[in-house]
């Protein structure tokens, strides 16, 4: 359900001089924690909407400029853009959250 989410959505990563702007190229990427392990992506509480310019340079698979330090800002503020995201679609819910 989350994955499908992602469908059509706005990139939240949105890295400077990388991203696409192109909605229909967006995914739920996946961002490395702990739940990642070898052959094994991380699971769908660490990921972002992402379209694919910036999905190619979080993956690596493209060179992107950005400093590791910064890659780890625009991952954690995708991760926070996609939350609130998923909360305004009642996605998911918070308890206590209004």
Known sequence: MLRDSARG?????QIVGVCNYQSETTVLAHLPDESK???KKADD???CYSCSACHDALDRRVRSGALEAECEWY???AMTRTIRRL???NLITIKGAK
């Open 87 to 89: 909360y305004e679609k």
């Open 45 to 47: 509480f660490s990921a």
């Open 75 to 77: 991952m954690r503020r």
């Open 9 to 13: 959505e706005e990139c939240t990563v």
């Open 37 to 39: 392990g070898m052959g």
